[in-house]
C-alpha cells in the first residue's frame, strides 16, 4: 500500500531552466527556475512560475519578454547560483562566468554557452498563490549544431539536460533511453 505524504510539490522530474530577463536599466539577468514545463503546442508555450519577490519577476512584468535557457549537466554548478543569487545587488552573469546575448527576436537576453534556447513573449499571467505562473509564446528555438539529432532537431543524449528532484533539493542528469514515444507502446495494444 502506498503512503500519503500529504499535498507537497512532488512530481518527478521537473526541468532546470534559465529564466533571462532584462531590468528597467537595460542589465541582463538570468535565474534558475524550476516550476517550468511546456504548456501547449499551437501556439508553442511554456509556462513558468516566479515569486513575486524575485528580480526577474518585476523585470519580466516589465518587458513582457523572457527567454528559456537550457542548461547541459556541466554547468551545475553555475545553474545553481543563479538560483540562489539576486540580480538586485550582483553581476550574476559576470559572477558565474557566463556569456549575455541578446535575442534577436524578443527583448531579454539569454547565456550563450547554454545549448538550447526558447525566445519568448509574454501571453498570460496567472496568479496563483505564492507564484505567479508566466505563459510564454516560444516565437524562436536557437541550438548549437554540436546538440542537433538526425533530424535536425535537438537530442536529448546531446544537450543533457539538468533536472530537479523537488523537495528534496537535488540535481540530476538524464537517464537511458528506454524507447521512442508513440510507438513503444504499441506493443500492447
Not at 528597467?24 to 513575486?52: D, E, H, Q
Not at 513582457?64 to 539576486?86: H, N, W
Amino acid at each position: 500500500m502506498k503512503k500519503s505524504l500529504g499535498p507537497r510539490t512532488l512530481a518527478f522530474p521537473t526541468p532546470v531552466w534559465v529564466v533571462g530577463t532584462y531590468d528597467k536599466g537595460g542589465k541582463a539577468n538570468a535565474m534558475t527556475a524550476a516550476w517550468a514545463a511546456i504548456v501547449c503546442s499551437k501556439p508553442p508555450c511554456v509556462g513558468v512560475c516566479l515569486r513575486k519577490a524575485t528580480y526577474t519577476y518585476g523585470n519580466l512584468v516589465d518587458r513582457r519578454a523572457f527567454t528559456i535557457s537550457v542548461p547541459s549537466e556541466r554547468f551545475v554548478k553555475e545553474v545553481d547560483y543563479l538560483g540562489t543569487a539576486t540580480g538586485r545587488e550582483v553581476n550574476k552573469f559576470a559572477k558565474a562566468r557566463l556569456t549575455p546575448v541578446g535575442s534577436n527576436v524578443v527583448d531579454a537576453p539569454f547565456v550563450n554557452e547554454f545549448p538550447l534556447v526558447l525566445e519568448c513573449k509574454l501571453l498570460h499571467t496567472l496568479e496563483i498563490g505564492l507564484h505567479t505562473l508566466f505563459v510564454g509564446e516560444i516565437l524562436d528555438v536557437k541550438a548549437d549544431p554540436e546538440v542537433l539529432g538526425d533530424k535536425g532537431l535537438p537530442d536529448i543524449e546531446k544537450v543533457r539536460p539538468i533536472i530537479f528532484g523537488p523537495e528534496v533539493r537535488s540535481y540530476h542528469g538524464i537517464g537511458k533511453y528506454l524507447g521512442q514515444a508513440f510507438t513503444v507502446g504499441r506493443e500492447i495494444g
